[in-house]
Nanobody, 123 residues
Framework: QVQLVESGGGLVQAGGSLRLSCAAS????????MGWFRQAPGKEREFAAA????????YYADSVKGRFTISRDNAKNTVYLQMNSLKSEDTAVYYC????????????????WGQGTQVTVSS
């Protein structure tokens, strides 16, 4: 049974930082591209960042480029999202997702999804 479990969300002031983690189990983690998506209240889920299976390439939405960093540790079956200079518009539920050759192919390319972790940025 595949599980993706996010952690690290919480309440932070604007300008602050958070580091999200997503621990994967039940799959060969190093075979999967990983992505972070987010969904704000009343809005559709949107792409935030992605990383290829090897960690060799990373991709970011324009809205987070330069502030967020995605990374992975295949030995720990974990993907991370370091979020700096947070803004109120970053408030959302953040989801990690896993897919084979999934980067830049949209959310439907990701087969497995976590339950999400809430990030709230107060202004």
């Amino acid at each position: 049974q595949v599980q993706l479990v996010e952690s690290g969300g919480g309440l932070v002031q604007a300008g602050g930082s958070l580091r999200l983690s997503c621990a994967a189990s039940g799959l060969t983690f190093s075979n999967y591209d990983m992505g972070w998506f987010r969904q704000a209240p009343g809005k559709e889920r949107e792409f935030a960042a992605a990383i290829t299976w090897s960690g060799g390439s990373t991709y970011y939405a324009d809205s987070v480029k330069g502030r967020f960093t995605i990374s992975r540790d295949n030995a720990k079956n974990t993907v991370y999202l370091q979020m700096n200079s947070l803004k109120s518009e970053d408030t959302a539920v953040y989801y990690c997702a896993a897919g084979i050759r999934a980067v830049m192919r949209g959310p439907n390319a990701y087969r497995y999804w976590g339950q999400g972790t809430q990030v709230t940025v107060s202004s």
